[in-house]
């Protein structure tokens, strides 16, 4: 049982009891749509959460990270705004992020620390509190088990369309298409379960699910102040086995990291590389990121261009200690480059072209040194990348 | 004295005694222009060089580090070809550098440790022998003094004009365009100087002569397989002080990365980011490299934008143990961002606007929280460097 859907509605929140939803346009984003959404559990859920490791965290962070602890795991719900980030606010921006959590929880009968809180869109901005509070208060009068959707619509920014995912028991949705790294939680992502667990089980399965799925995507290397992944579990279901909800868990949120990739700024290429024959994973890890935030590999993949030499330049250049002579590479199923350089015959460029004309394929790189490997799911540098991003504000 | 020129023709080759030049088309470029260049030394000529420190260089790359210790740094010249990079090549491409120096060698009546190579274009394909090798003889025909110019256009692969500068004694050129980062030598530069210097003395010299130059600057984070920088003295000249010297080698350097930065791929606007009020001069360094090294950034100077937000964030992720509530950022001397935040007047935004609408300007980071410094020279993420690197083999 599981999908993903962009009409998940009716059948998706079947899945999960014990929470209700809503989204509402406060009027914080320029452009029309929802920009505030809430989740709230009926009771306390345990909770756990992954945020940024950027040093400049933004203020929603700081606090729902004190809220999460001050609460012991257990919270009603959070509340979010897209079309402010409130990053690089200074004290100011903390106690916007405060009264947010303060005004959610007045609101719904609870205590702040039992709120958390959460904010994307334009850094450096105060937000305009005249409208986050009346949006806020909407929200809570409209929330209904229903309006998953409403609060899936309500966190996105530059996003093509709303990414949502279900699995057995468990409810996700995510947002987010630049600003994203493999360094923790990257964008902003709600799951909820009615699978019966404690905020410390939860808090092993998040991260352990997160390893081989948010931290392996990146769109341009860029890891924002605002990420975090929020799984909440009401109880309110069937009791399930801990591996089984870990397995459904990481499906989840891989379905996820995937439609975010897919749909991030001016991507037509999903890429997945895998470096392999490394002589530990930190240094698989570390050819694999900088292949993937390599400018030139990205461009390279814009143009459908099997133009190899680049990531194995990339390669090169990545620190680690590697035998130019040993490199194997393949597109998709294509052999391209074998000890370090071209291979005679020339019947393999059209046939790695084809390859990279598909919306998403693999390449392989072999560095032939030991047994140990790691994957980053990648795209291409695009036109439209930089159209996004050059004009984000105007 | 001092200068540069599209057409530093007479003037400049009167500078530097015995020297002779040539560039020649071969025909390894696609495109129309000269692609074989040589610089040729009367007699041995005291050299000192600084390579890539890609792990994966090019067999010209290889060849010449080994020829410039086997001839205990005295050379009679070297060899360049353009649209090809003899990297990723195998040993099939050592044997072409190696040949390229022997044919030389020969024609010149020098052994070919005497004789230095390099290459830039294309990755992963086979030098075209055929065509350089009666290029090479061509071109030995073709020296004179008077045709610096001839091998500073031999040079080029995707750069708009050619780069020559000159001051007391030396005279340089370079080339380069993408896929060039700090980290050692970048790109292909080759400065000759008629001041008597052992290669020892012009080592120490040009070392530092680069710290603040060639290593300090980024178009796009890529270190190429193929960089070094040369220089030659043929000690036909006037003596001239060490540290005077130094003194105009980094001056001279200075304005060829300049050039170099100015018609980088798709550049628009070329920023000085200066990282001040640091704990060590190497967390500024790492600070300044991934601002200067960020999509999200360097789309926002594409777009006149300025979204201080994304700079701070950039910072946040570097590594650094910063405080984010000491931040301070200027950008020209507008300030734009104190204490980490926003201002509260607006009058900013319009003037940073218009400091950023200029082809050249300064950003100036101050993490407040040490005395230590420094700068990296990068640019814009434009259209055009998309276009012209996913084209670049189409």
Redesign the interface.
Known sequence: LGGTANAASGKSTRLVRGFRFAGVKAGIKKKEGFDLGLIVARAPAAAAAVFT?????AAPVLVSKKHLKKSKGFIRGVVVNSGN?N????K??LDDARQMTEVAAEALGAKPQELLVSSTG?????LPMEMVEPGIRAAVKRLAPSRFEDFAKAILTTDRSMKIAWRSQLLGCTKGA??I?P?MATTLTFVVTDAPFSPKELDRALRQACDDTYNAITV??????NDMILLMSSGAGPAMDKKRFTRELTALLDRLALKLMREGEGVHHVVTLRVIGASSTSDAKRVAKTIA????VK??I??Q?P????V???????G???D??R?ELKIGDVLV?K????LASRSWEKKAHQVMSRPAYELVLDLRQGRKEAHVRFCD???E???I??????
């Open positions: 490791q950027n040093r400049v965290a980030a990053a690089c606010t200074g100011k921006g334009v850094i450096g901005h105060r630049g600003m790294a360094n341009d290397g860029d890891t924002s102040t935030n390599s400018p030139l461009t390279a814009a143009g261009d133009n190899w030499g680049r194995l330049a990339a390669a090169g250049r990545s680690v200690d590697l130019p002579a490199l480059a000890q370090g350089s071209a540098l695009s036109h990348y930089v159209s991003n050059a004009d984000y504000r105007s």
